[in-house]
């Protein structure tokens, strides 16, 4: 009977530390909703690029999952829009986005390092401030939630 209760004490309490931490246990709902692209990071060397004042427009996607494992995303970038993309998530926060479909017209940028890089896309987590960091094979994407 202790084991049951232990047991059922311990389930209790999973999901309010999730939920305190939400960095320790993402869910496909963590990633639904309107991300905006702040800053990319060159994981060899550590320079991180933000968004030149001379664009005016940003990277935005708007993540939508059908269940915990499955979505898809569209968006924009500063000068052209992204429709609908197929994305999946799995185990240790990994992350997949196997194509890119977009208009295609003189691109910025910094619409070209979220173009040139998220279908490389590897894994992902949240950092401080609930930033969204999406890790691709060169580039550490970081975008914060509208």
């Not at 960095?23 to 968004?51: E, F, H, Q, Y």
């Not at 059908?66 to 429709?83: K, R």
């Amino acid at each position: 009977m202790r084991q049951i209760l232990f047991f059922a004490l311990i389930m209790g309490l999973t999901p309010i530390a999730c939920k305190k931490l939400n960095t320790s246990c993402p869910t496909a709902t963590s990633l639904d909703g309107t991300w905006r692209m702040v800053s990319v990071k060159d994981n060899t060397s550590g320079l991180i690029t933000t968004k030149p004042a001379t664009i005016q427009n940003d990277v935005d996607i708007t993540f939508t999952f059908t269940n915990q494992t499955t979505g898809s995303f569209t968006g924009n970038t500063p000068t052209n829009d992204i429709v609908k993309n197929d994305c999946s998530i799995g185990t240790n926060q990994t992350i997949t986005i196997p194509a890119l479909a977009m208009t295609k017209v003189a691109e910025t940028s910094w619409g070209i390092l979220f173009v040139d890089n998220i279908r490389a896309s590897r894994e992902y987590n949240f950092g401080t401030g609930g930033l969204l960091n999406i890790t691709t094979t060169n580039k550490t994407l970081s975008f914060r939630k509208l």
